[in-house]
């Protein structure tokens, strides 16, 4: 008896010269031993005629072969890992199923292409605003979902919002989180724990890869940021979570001192203890409500502008002249020492810094706003550490900022 291998069948030569087909089943593979498999057209098993299409070690492509209406055609599932084996033998089964009730699954795939779209088509963003408006509701407040939609609108969509959800992990999430963990930690930490709850959502719905882990995920995490250097940060300046910051002012305006106008106006600045405690009368343009320092009187040494909002122009009103000229004297018309405003926060609350109101103030804006990184970072006079885009940025984009501290001030209270 003659036989000959045609594609998955044995074809045997029976009585009379008669074909008899039966089918040679493959054997059914694993996706330790696909990501070993070499250069070729390889069957998989598992479902009949599903192959896996190997170029090369960067382009493998799932391809089902079947008969429909007695021509053999080829029909690609996507590429692999972006498909992954468990989702392409789904969709080889959903199409033998399609030709058996005699439908033709080009056909009827364009026809329900949004039906049919692979789980590796949606996309991060896609997930994580489904994630938002079903918990929504079960958050305390308007401003909880303002803030869960501007960190992920600010820090989150620009880089792997576009992104297949299924191809998320831990590489996109340091890329997300790297450049903000040391500088805004408090809303780093918020940030990530964001992600994981909007990838364990999609981890519940089946939209990730069967190998996805998120507690593997979570621990590289602690080893690939700089988690040991955000602790000294935040022990060095500790700083007061920004939904605190209203009752704390509420008590601070009791002590009705220089020393709590001080801090007030420092807050309502976000300067720097040294720049206020040094601040003169005439650093401020009172008709058009700024506030401009010298650079000599600077960190960064280039002159700084701060919009003054309406509380802070009352805070100035408010403080004793003396012949010295400094906003907040001492007792003898002398610049206000340091230690002044540390006690001042310490007879209300302890535990945080002076310096620490400038993170507050980056964190409210950064999860209560839609204020961009750039204005804040002008708002808080930091220097530019790329020199490229240092030499384009020659603005300080003072007109976005006046409704900035206007905005701070008002949250405030």
């Known amino acids: 008896m003659l036989y000959r291998v045609l594609s998955n ?99 009827e795939k364009e026809k329900n292409k949004d039906k049919l779209l692979p789980k590796f088509k949606i996309t991060f963003k896609q997930c994580a605003v489904e994630f938002v408006k079903l918990h929504q509701g079960t958050w305390r407040n308007d401003k909880h979902l303002l803030q869960w939609n501007n960190t992920l609108k600010n820090y989150v969509y620009p880089i792997i919002g576009e992104k297949s959800i299924n191809e998320i992990g ?111 009368r005439d650093e401020i343009d009172i008709v058009n409500k700024i506030w401009i320092i010298p650079r000599e009187r600077m960190k960064a ?29 001492n007792s003898k018309g002398g610049a206000l020492s340091d230690v002044t405003l540390s006690k001042t926060l310490h007879q209300i609350i302890k535990g945080f810094t002076v310096h620490g109101f400038r993170s507050t103030f980056t964190d409210w804006r950064a999860e209560n706003t839609n204020y961009s990184n750039e204005v804040s970072e002008m708002a808080l006079a930091h220097t530019i550490k790329n020199q490229t885009e240092a030499s384009y940025r020659r603005g300080d984009l003072l007109n976005k900022r006046v409704s900035l501290m206007q905005d701070w001030a008002d949250y405030i209270g």
């Not at 009103?317 to 010295?324: A, D, I, V």
Request: hydrophobic content about 40%.
């Open 301 to 329: 040494g280039k002159e700084h502008r701060i919009p003054l909002s309406t509380r802070s122009i009352e805070i100035l009103n408010k403080t004793p002249k003396f012949e010295s000229n400094f906003i907040f004297p």
């Open 9 to 107: 069948y044995i074809i045997y030569g029976g009585k009379n010269g008669g074909i008899i087909r039966m089918p040679k089943k493959a054997q059914e593979l694993k996706v330790t031993q696909i990501n070993v498999l070499s250069e070729g057209f390889h069957a998989v098993g598992g479902v009949p005629g599903l192959y896996l299409s190997v170029r090369n070690k960067t382009s493998r492509s799932w391809i089902m072969r079947i008969n429909i209406a007695g021509k053999r055609k080829e029909i690609g599932l996507g590429s692999y890992p972006l498909v992954s084996l468990s989702d392409a033998r789904d969709q080889a089964r959903t199409i033998i199923s399609q030709v058996k009730n005699g439908i033709n699954p080009f056909t």
């Open 170 to 280: 831990t590489k996109d999430l340091v890329l997300v989180l790297a450049p903000i963990w040391e500088k805004i930690p408090e809303t780093a930490n918020r940030v990530k724990g964001r992600l994981i709850k909007i990838l364990e959502y999609a981890d519940a719905k089946n939209l990730m890869d069967e190998n996805f882990n998120i507690y593997k995920i979570n621990t590289q995490l602690t080893k690939l940021l700089p988690q040991n250097k955000r602790k000294q940060l935040r022990k060095h300046h500790p700083a007061m979570p920004f939904e605190e910051i209203p009752d704390f002012i509420k008590k601070l305006r009791q002590l009705n001192s220089v020393g709590s106008l001080a801090l007030e106006f420092l807050i309502l600045t976000a300067a720097r203890s040294g720049e206020v405690r040094l601040a003169k």
